[in-house]
C-alpha cells in the first residue's frame, strides 16, 4: 500500500551498511514515497536514519529534543558514537556541540582511524566557548542566566520598576558565581549573597533580590531546561530554599491637611539647604503641589504629558488630566497580569492658577519638567526633597557627608514624616467626611465603594447622565470631590501662611 503523501514511513531493524545502502539507492532512484522513511536502530535507543526526497541524515530523537548527527554517509558505528556522546550531553544539561559533529562527520569523510576521528572531533580538552556560543549552545553559566532572563522580562515592565527590578537581581551576580554554571549554583552560593545583601542594604533589599532570583530560575527552569543545564535537578529547591526572614509593614499613616500645608510652605521657603546653590526646581515643587491636589501616584503624575491634557468645554477654567493605561501601571501591575486602566482627573482653576506660579519651561513636553531638557521630574526627586527637608545628610565625594544647616525642618513645624503615596489616603478620609466617599475612590482610580441612600441616589444620577469618555471617567463626579479638597488646600495654606508669618 502506497505511503500517504505527507507523512513518514518507519522501519525498525538493527541497522548496518546494507540499510544505509538501500536508503542511497532508494534517493538516487527518486523512489521515496510520502514525505520519506525512516531506520530506526534497534541496538542504539532514538537513532534514526531519515531519508527524504532531497536527501538523508542520521538523529538522535529523544523526550528533551532531537539532535541532527550528520549526513547519512556517516558510518553506522559513528552514528551510534555521535549518538551516544549526544545523550550524555543532553542528560547532563548540555546542547551537543554542532561544530563538534560537523568534524566528526568530516574526519570520517577523510578516512581517518576511529581513534583520530574521536581526538578531533570530542578532544578532551577543548577551547573555551565564547559567549555567543555558550548562550546559544549552553551550558550557561550564572551571568548568563541573569543577562537572558533580564533581556526577556525587562521589556514588559514600566521603566521605573526595570531600573529596580534589574538591580535587585544583578546583586546575586557577584565575582565568584558570574562564571560558575547555572546548574552548579546552589543553596549555600545564594543564601551567602541573601546574608550579604542583607548586611550590606537592608533585610528588604535582600528579600527583593531572593525574589528576583527565584523567578529567574523558575523561568530557565521551565522555558531553557537544557540550555541553562537545569534540566538535571529534579526539583526546584530555590522554591523554598532562600527564605529571608523580612516581611513588609503596611503604612497606616494619615498626614493632617494642615501637614500637608505645611511641607509645601517649608519647601517653597527652603529651596536651598545642605551648603549648596543648587535650589528646588520650579518643576519639582510644581510637582509636589499636583501630588497634594490630586492624589495621584507619583511615577504617573511626574510624567504627565501636555499632549495628553484637555481643556472641558463644559467647565471653562477647569482642564482634564489623562493618563494611558500603560502610564498608570505601577511596579505590581507591571509583574501581574491583571490590567490598569486609564485614568483622567478633573483640575480646577484654583489649582491650575497655583501651578502657573511655577516658571517651568514652556517647550518641555511634560506638565513637571525637570532642569534637563525634554525630562520630566522623577518622583525619586520627590522623596530626595522630603529628605532634605527632614534634614538627612548630603552624600559627596570620598565619602564626606554635607550636614543641613536647617535641621530637621519637619520636626521643626510640627510635621509628621510622610511620603506622597500618604495624600492617597488623606484625599479619601477628607471626601467620605463630606459624604463624597465615591468621588474620592474616583479620583484616586479605586472601585467605588458601595453606597446607600441618598448619597448613592445622586451619585448614580450623575453617573446615568454622562457621555461617553466623561460618562465612563465619572468625571462630574470627581470634580465635585476635586472642588471640595482643592478648596479645603487652599483654605489651609493660607491659614498656615498667616500662622507662620509670609
Known amino acids: 500500500m502506497a505511503t500517504a503523501p505527507n507523512t513518514w514511513s518507519r522501519t525498525r531493524a538493527r541497522l548496518t551498511a546494507t540499510h544505509v545502502k538501500a536508503a542511497q539507492k532508494l534517493l538516487a532512484g527518486g523512489r521515496i514515497e510520502g514525505r520519506g522513511h525512516e531506520w530506526a536502530d534497534e541496538l542504539e535507543r532514538g537513532l534514526v536514519l531519515r531519508v527524504g526526497k532531497t536527501g ?97 522580562v525587562l521589556p514588559g515592565f514600566v521603566p521605573r520598576w526595570a531600573t529596580q527590578f534589574e538591580k535587585h537581581l544583578r546583586r546575586a551576580v557577584t565575582d565568584d558565581l558570574a562564571r560558575k554554571l547555572a546548574a552548579d549554583v546552589d543553596q549555600a552560593d545564594l543564601l551567602r549573597v541573601r546574608d550579604a545583601v542583607a548586611a550590606d542594604r ?46 513588609s509593614t503596611p503604612r497606616e499613616h494619615t498626614p493632617t491637611v494642615s501637614e500637608l500645608v505645611r511641607t509645601l510652605i517649608i519647601a517653597e521657603r527652603h529651596r536651598s539647604l545642605g551648603g549648596t546653590a543648587k535650589e528646588t526646581s520650579d518643576g519639582m515643587l510644581a510637582a509636589l503641589w499636583a501630588v497634594v491636589f490630586t492624589g495621584q501616584r507619583a511615577g504617573a503624575l511626574t510624567g504627565t504629558k501636555k499632549a495628553t491634557v484637555r481643556s472641558w468645554p463644559e467647565r ?54 525637570s532642569r534637563v531638557a525634554g525630562k520630566a521630574v522623577y518622583p525619586t526627586g520627590l522623596t530626595q526633597l522630603f529628605g532634605r527637608l527632614q534634614g538627612d545628610p548630603k552624600g559627596g565625594r570620598s565619602g564626606k557627608m554635607t550636614e543641613r544647616p536647617g535641621a530637621d525642618l519637619f ?36 472601585k467605588a465603594a458601595a453606597r446607600t441612600g441618598a448619597d448613592a441616589e445622586r451619585e448614580l444620577a450623575a453617573s446615568i447622565t454622562l457621555k461617553h469618555y466623561i460618562h465612563s471617567q465619572r468625571l462630574d463626579l470627581k470634580a465635585e470631590g476635586m472642588s471640595l479638597w482643592v478648596a479645603a488646600v487652599l483654605e489651609a495654606y493660607e491659614a498656615e501662611r498667616a500662622r507662620l508669618g509670609s
Open 202 to 247: 537592608t533585610p528588604s533589599a535582600a528579600a527583593d533580590t531572593m525574589e528576583a532570583v527565584r523567578a529567574a530560575l523558575d523561568w530557565a527552569k521551565r522555558d531553557q531546561p537544557i540550555l541553562s543545564g537545569l534540566a538535571r535537578i529534579p526539583y526546584p529547591w530555590w522554591r523554598d530554599g532562600l527564605h529571608v526572614d523580612w516581611s
Open 316 to 369: 471653562p477654567g477647569w482642564q482634564i488630566w489623562t493618563w494611558t493605561a500603560a502610564e498608570m501601571k505601577g511596579p505590581k501591575s507591571a509583574k501581574s497580569k491583571k490590567a490598569a486602566r486609564p485614568h483622567a482627573v478633573p483640575i480646577p482653576p484654583q489649582a491650575l492658577a497655583v501651578l502657573a506660579r511655577f516658571k517651568t519651561d514652556p517647550e518641555s513636553p511634560y506638565l513637571f519638567p
Open 56 to 152: 538523508g541524515a542520521w538523529y538522535l530523537k529523544t523526550e528533551q529534543r532531537t539532535v541532527r548527527l550528520g549526513d547519512m554517509d556517516l558510518p553506522v558505528a559513528a552514528a551510534r558514537e555521535a549518538a551516544q556522546r549526544s545523550r550524555v550531553d543532553l542528560r547532563d544539561g548540555r546542547v551537543p556541540s554542532r561544530a563538534n559533529l560537523r568534524v566528526w562527520q568530516e574526519a570520517h569523510r577523510r578516512g581517518m582511524s576511529p581513534a583520530d576521528a574521536l581526538d578531533a572531533a570530542f578532544p578532551e580538552t577543548v577551547s573555551e566557548q565564547s559567549q555567543e556560543e555558550r548562550r546559544r549552545d549552553g551550558p550557561w553559566e550564572w551571568a548568563d542566566l541573569v543577562d537572558l532572563y533580564l533581556a526577556k
Open 411 to 446: 520636626a521643626a513645624h510640627d510635621i509628621r514624616p510622610w511620603t506622597p503615596h500618604d495624600v492617597r489616603r488623606t484625599l479619601p478620609t477628607f471626601l467620605d467626611l463630606e459624604k463624597l466617599a465615591g468621588a474620592g475612590s474616583a479620583i484616586l482610580a479605586h
